[in-house]
Protein backbone atom coordinates (compact mmCIF):
# COMPACT_ATOMS: atom_id res chain seq x y z
CA UNK A 1 0.00 0.00 0.00
CA UNK A 2 1.43 3.23 -1.19
CA UNK A 3 -0.57 6.23 -1.65
CA UNK A 4 1.15 8.73 -3.85
CA UNK A 5 0.11 12.31 -5.25
CA UNK A 6 -1.39 15.38 -4.72
CA UNK A 7 -5.14 16.12 -5.81
CA UNK A 8 -7.28 18.66 -5.39
CA UNK A 9 -11.43 17.46 -4.96
CA UNK A 10 -14.18 19.27 -4.99
CA UNK A 11 -17.03 18.90 -2.62
CA UNK A 12 -20.77 17.99 -4.93
CA UNK A 13 -23.76 20.10 -3.66
CA UNK A 14 -24.22 17.10 -0.83
CA UNK A 15 -21.17 17.97 0.33
CA UNK A 16 -19.68 14.70 -0.83
CA UNK A 17 -15.84 14.29 -2.24
CA UNK A 18 -14.39 11.69 -4.56
CA UNK A 19 -11.53 9.01 -3.36
CA UNK A 20 -10.10 8.95 -6.51
CA UNK A 21 -9.35 5.12 -7.72
CA UNK A 22 -5.79 5.95 -7.39
CA UNK A 23 -6.50 6.04 -4.09
CA UNK A 24 -9.17 3.14 -3.73
CA UNK A 25 -7.08 0.84 -5.28
CA UNK A 26 -4.37 1.09 -2.64
CA UNK A 27 -6.89 -0.42 -0.45
CA UNK A 28 -6.33 -3.82 0.56
CA UNK A 29 -9.06 -5.77 -1.51
CA UNK A 30 -11.51 -6.54 1.24
CA UNK A 31 -11.66 -3.26 2.50
CA UNK A 32 -12.52 -1.57 -0.75
CA UNK A 33 -15.78 -0.40 1.39
CA UNK A 34 -14.60 2.10 3.81
CA UNK A 35 -11.71 3.32 4.89
CA UNK A 36 -10.65 6.05 8.50
CA UNK A 37 -10.32 9.35 9.23
CA UNK A 38 -8.74 11.07 11.97
CA UNK A 39 -7.07 14.31 12.74
CA UNK A 40 -3.80 14.73 12.33
CA UNK A 41 -2.48 14.39 16.17
CA UNK A 42 0.33 17.20 15.79
CA UNK A 43 -0.77 19.31 12.57
CA UNK A 44 -3.95 21.54 13.44
CA UNK A 45 -6.09 21.84 10.23
CA UNK A 46 -4.91 18.35 8.90
CA UNK A 47 -7.35 14.88 8.83
CA UNK A 48 -5.44 11.97 8.03
CA UNK A 49 -6.94 8.74 6.20
CA UNK A 50 -6.11 5.04 5.85
CA UNK A 51 -7.42 1.76 5.24
CA UNK A 52 -8.88 -0.35 8.48
CA UNK A 53 -6.27 -2.75 8.47
CA UNK A 54 -3.84 0.44 8.00
CA UNK A 55 -5.27 2.42 11.08
CA UNK A 56 -4.98 -0.47 13.10
CA UNK A 57 -1.81 -1.82 12.56
CA UNK A 58 -0.87 1.87 13.23
CA UNK A 59 -2.78 1.70 16.47
CA UNK A 60 -0.69 -1.94 17.27
CA UNK A 61 2.33 -0.16 16.74
CA UNK A 62 1.40 3.09 18.53
CA UNK A 63 0.60 0.76 21.77
CA UNK A 64 3.93 -1.05 21.69
CA UNK A 65 6.11 1.71 21.06
CA UNK A 66 4.91 4.12 23.79
CA UNK A 67 3.62 1.86 26.30
CA UNK A 68 5.52 -1.15 26.13
CA UNK A 69 4.44 -4.79 26.56
CA UNK A 70 2.86 -4.29 30.07
CA UNK A 71 1.33 -1.13 29.12
CA UNK A 72 -1.25 -2.38 27.09
CA UNK A 73 -2.37 -4.16 30.34
CA UNK A 74 -2.29 -0.96 32.25
CA UNK A 75 -4.05 1.03 29.93
CA UNK A 76 -6.85 -1.94 29.57
CA UNK A 77 -7.10 -1.71 33.25
CA UNK A 78 -6.45 1.78 34.40
CA UNK A 79 -9.00 4.41 33.17
CA UNK A 80 -6.66 7.04 33.98
CA UNK A 81 -3.54 5.63 31.90
CA UNK A 82 -3.23 7.98 29.18
CA UNK A 83 -3.21 6.04 25.57
CA UNK A 84 -2.41 7.72 22.97
CA UNK A 85 -3.93 4.45 20.49
CA UNK A 86 -6.78 5.49 22.26
CA UNK A 87 -6.97 8.95 21.61
CA UNK A 88 -6.58 8.29 17.63
CA UNK A 89 -9.07 5.79 17.84
CA UNK A 90 -11.63 8.12 19.48
CA UNK A 91 -12.02 11.08 17.34
CA UNK A 92 -11.37 8.50 13.80
CA UNK A 93 -13.78 8.01 12.36
CA UNK A 94 -14.72 5.14 9.38
CA UNK A 95 -15.99 6.08 6.55
CA UNK A 96 -17.85 4.14 4.06
CA UNK A 97 -17.57 4.84 0.80
CA UNK A 98 -20.54 4.80 -2.47
CA UNK A 99 -19.23 2.45 -5.25
CA UNK A 100 -17.80 4.76 -7.64
CA UNK A 101 -15.77 6.41 -4.28
CA UNK A 102 -17.74 9.34 -3.33
CA UNK A 103 -18.02 9.59 0.32
CA UNK A 104 -19.48 12.37 3.07
CA UNK A 105 -17.30 14.38 4.70
CA UNK A 106 -17.89 14.86 8.44
CA UNK A 107 -18.85 18.37 9.42
CA UNK A 108 -16.40 17.70 12.22
CA UNK A 109 -13.34 17.09 9.42
CA UNK A 110 -14.97 19.68 6.77
CA UNK A 111 -14.83 22.34 9.66
CA UNK A 112 -10.95 21.31 11.02
CA UNK A 113 -10.11 21.58 7.00
CA UNK A 114 -11.94 25.27 6.32
CA UNK A 115 -13.20 22.75 3.05
CA UNK A 116 -15.36 25.36 1.37
CA UNK A 117 -15.73 24.10 -1.90
CA UNK A 118 -12.89 21.51 -1.96
CA UNK A 119 -9.61 19.87 -0.26
CA UNK A 120 -6.46 19.01 -1.15
CA UNK A 121 -5.68 14.72 -0.84
CA UNK A 122 -2.15 14.11 -0.05
CA UNK A 123 -0.47 10.70 -0.47
CA UNK A 124 2.07 9.91 2.45
CA UNK A 125 2.93 6.33 1.78
CA UNK A 126 1.24 4.38 4.08
CA UNK A 127 -1.11 7.03 4.60
CA UNK A 128 -2.89 9.71 3.06
CA UNK A 129 -3.78 13.25 4.45
CA UNK A 130 -6.79 15.83 3.70
CA UNK A 131 -5.55 19.52 3.48
CA UNK A 132 -7.05 22.88 3.16
CA UNK A 133 -5.53 24.01 -0.60
CA UNK A 134 -3.90 27.27 0.50
CA UNK A 135 -2.75 25.39 3.54
CA UNK A 136 -1.35 22.58 1.80
CA UNK A 137 0.50 24.62 -0.98
CA UNK A 138 2.26 26.69 1.74
CA UNK A 139 2.81 23.44 3.51
CA UNK A 140 4.90 22.38 0.17
CA UNK A 141 6.85 25.44 -1.05
CA UNK A 142 8.18 24.86 2.96
CA UNK A 143 8.76 21.45 2.54
CA UNK A 144 10.59 21.90 -0.69
CA UNK A 145 12.91 24.41 0.86
CA UNK A 146 13.38 21.62 3.08
CA UNK A 147 14.13 18.97 0.47
CA UNK A 148 16.25 21.20 -1.18
CA UNK A 149 18.49 21.74 1.99
CA UNK A 150 18.43 17.83 2.76
CA UNK A 151 19.54 17.02 -0.50
CA UNK A 152 22.46 19.43 -0.54
CA UNK A 153 23.35 17.90 2.87
CA UNK A 154 23.32 14.05 1.27
CA UNK A 155 27.31 14.75 -0.39
CA UNK A 156 28.43 15.43 3.64
CA UNK A 157 29.12 18.94 3.30
CA UNK A 158 31.94 18.03 0.31
CA UNK A 159 30.97 21.07 -2.47
Not at 111 to 132: C, H, I, P, R, S
Not at 147 to 156: K, P, S, T, Y
Amino acid sequence: MAFRSEILIKLDKKGRVLLPAAFRDELPADDRGAFVLYHSPNLDGVVNGNSRAGFDSMLERLRAEALGPKGALKVALDDEAFDPAGYLSSSARTIAMEPDGRFTLPAEFATTLEAGDGVMLVGKGDKFQLWNPARWQARREADRARMAAFVRGLDGGAS
